[in-house]
T-cell receptor, first 119, second 113 residues
């Protein structure tokens, strides 16, 4: 069974500063993907970034980057130059991949981290 | 291109009543999913449909049934609602490629009294 752990219930950051949101995972599978989603107070789920278990480089998408440490089974999200609009709940999730690139179709989510950006 | 749409947005039920949550996607995705989100928790998978014609149980299927009506539509039915089913329900869809994200609908807030 897969498990995602987000140990920070809440985080605070000053506007324009960088912040790291922690995520550790547990799986015995070799092929898997890690996702980060943002959920603002309006409730929608917004995809931020993806990291595959075989990707050699850490994923980056604009101000978002993923600090992937496979041996430690961690996939921390780094947000650079925080903005007030980054205040939201952030979820780490994992999907295990079947051979051939298809997936079990199951995203396992962590409990989330509430990020508050102060002006 | 509306993405993933869900109806209704909000519903109040009495214990024992039944209802169906509707979900449709216009992205030609093969796979569709139903999740629930309880306060302070991440999303938990209820049921999913890897492709048209197939459905499988997720982590928390008890008390729910699903129907993959066609490639676009995937409905979730509560036959006899219980207060424990008070939650926010999200539908999602994706390509079968494991590297691709799931796209989520706006959610349905369900209150069971």
């Amino acid at each position: 069974a897969q498990k995602i752990t987000q140990t920070q219930p809440g985080m605070f950051v000053q506007e324009k500063e960088a912040v790291t949101l922690d995520c550790t995972y547990d799986t015995s599978d070799q092929s898997y993907g890690l996702f980060w989603y943002k959920q603002p107070s309006s409730g929608e789920m917004i995809f931020l970034i993806y990291q595959g278990s075989y990707d050699e480089q850490n994923a980056t998408e604009g101000r978002y980057s993923l600090n992937f440490q496979k041996a430690r089974k961690s996939a921390n999200l780094v947000i650079s130059a925080s903005q007030l609009g980054d205040s939201a709940m952030y979820f780490c999730a994992m999907r295990v991949n079947l051979a051939g690139g298809t997936s079990y179709g199951k995203l396992t989510f962590g409990q989330g981290t509430i990020l508050t950006v102060h002006p | 291109n509306a993405g993933v749409t869900q109806t209704p947005k909000f519903q109040v039920l009495k214990t024992g009543q039944s209802m169906t949550l509707q979900c449709a996607q216009d992205m030609n995705h093969n796979s569709m999913y139903w999740y629930r989100q309880d306060p302070g928790m991440g999303l938990r998978l209820i049921y999913y449909s890897a492709s048209e014609g197939t459905t499988d149980k997720g982590e928390v299927p008890n008390g729910y049934n699903v129907s993959r009506l066609n490639k676009r539509e995937f409905s979730l039915r509560l036959e006899s609602a219980a207060p424990s089913q008070t939650s926010v329900y999200f539908c999602a869809s994706s390509e079968m490629d494991g590297r691709k994200t799931q796209y989520f609908g706006p959610g349905t807030r369900l209150l069971v009294l």
